[in-house]
């Protein structure tokens, strides 16, 4: 499976430029390590999904937020989801909503 972590700069917020300088090259810096480090493990793995791309943005309150971009296997969601959380990432609203209208 090949995995691709993209880094969202662009915020819906103001940010001074001397921060949005040092939090744009530290959300650059954590998906790279999201990428080569946490999720490794993801990409020897074989899956009926060939590729997994998670999008890292900042919410307003400059916690890092993740996004499951593509449809991948709930297992796949699942370790997803559980290194986020051990990194402190919180899931985007948008995937909270689309996981409480899923059946059972």
Do not use: W
């Not at 921060?19 to 999720?39: C, F, G, T, W, Y």
């Not at 493990?41 to 899956?47: D, E, F, N, T, V």
């Not at 900042?58 to 969601?77: G, H, L, S």
Request: some cysteine; overall charge positive.
């Amino acid at each position: 499976m090949r995995v691709t972590v993209v880094a969202i700069l662009e915020t819906d917020f103001k940010q001074d430029p001397a921060l949005a300088k040092i939090m744009n090259s530290r959300l650059l810096r954590v998906a790279k390590e999201l990428q080569d480090i946490h999720l490794v493990g993801l990409q020897g793995r074989r899956s009926v999904v060939h590729s997994l791309t998670i999008q890292l943005s900042y919410n307003q309150k400059y916690k890092i937020r993740y996004r499951i971009m593509n449809e991948v296997p709930p297992t796949v969601a699942c370790l997803v989801a559980e290194s986020c959380s051990r990194l402190g990432y919180i899931p985007n609203r948008s995937v909270l909503r689309e996981q409480s209208s899923m059946p059972g």
